[in-house]
């Protein structure tokens, strides 16, 4: 089947300007995590969708950051009033549901996002 | 913040020679993931050793894990110029189980033909 995928891959926007990153996971997956990866850095920790438990949204930078997931499927990454500092590369992944034993992630391409 | 520290940041051989990289970590953990990156984009699961593991095999990947000095190595034996690419660590931690990982700097393979 298809793996994950993200829209749009490259996103151009001037700083103070809203932008919203989307993901479609594996169909299954129960899981969603987002990701930032700077350049030449590690990947950063954003937020994490489980199923229907309230989404662990530890590693948002600033309150300028929010996601929501539909049920299990497209999740949407909204940055409000960008900033330079925010241009990265935005990844998504997906892992199958915890009774699978898998505990694994399927990363999305990414969005490179750049702000002027 | 990024739990994982990864050495050496780069990394360049031969085709043929084998390739390690090390990564060490702060937290307990639950397991250990490798992951590749091509172009800066998305990634790829390698392996993953759970945390009462010691050793593992996956064709031309070896990765150990030493709880005691909570670090771990990827060793890829016989590199092909395929191989070049960055390496990541990753771990997932040991309380809680939320699934959620915690990724090293990365380690950048450059293998020459």
């Known amino acids: 089947g298809a793996g994950v995928s993200q829209s749009p891959s490259n996103k151009v926007t001037e700083k103070g300007k809203d932008v919203e990153l989307r993901c479609d996971p594996i169909s299954g997956h129960t899981a969603l995590y987002w990701y930032r990866q700077r350049l030449g850095q590690g990947l950063e920790f954003l937020i994490y969708f489980q199923g229907n438990s309230a989404p662990d949204k530890s590693g948002l930078p600033s309150d300028r950051f929010s996601a929501e997931r539909t049920g299990e499927s497209v999740s949407t990454l909204t940055i409000q009033r960008t900033q330079q500092e925010d241009s990265a590369v935005y990844l998504c992944?997906?892992?199958?549901?915890?009774?699978?034993?898998?505990?694994?992630?399927?990363f999305g391409p990414g969005t490179r996002l750049t702000v002027l | 913040s990024q739990q994982g520290e990864e050495d050496p940041q780069a990394l360049s051989i031969q085709e043929g020679e084998n390739a390690t990289m090390n990564c060490s970590y702060k937290t307990s953990i639950n397991n250990l993931q490798w992951y590749r990156q091509n172009s800066g984009r998305g990634l790829v699961h390698l392996i993953l050793i759970r945390s009462n593991e010691r050793e593992k095999h996956s064709g031309r990947l070896r990765v150990t894990l030493d709880t005691s000095k909570k670090s771990s190595s990827l060793l890829i034996t016989a590199s092909r110029a395929a191989d070049t690419a960055s390496y990541f660590c990753?771990?997932?931690?040991?309380?809680?189980?939320?699934?959620?990982?915690?990724f090293g700097q990365g380690t950048t393979l450059q293998v020459k033909p």
């Open positions: 992944a997906s892992s199958a549901p915890r009774t699978s034993g898998s505990r694994k992630q399927y």
């Open positions: 990753a771990t997932e931690g040991g309380s809680g189980n939320t699934g959620k990982l915690i």
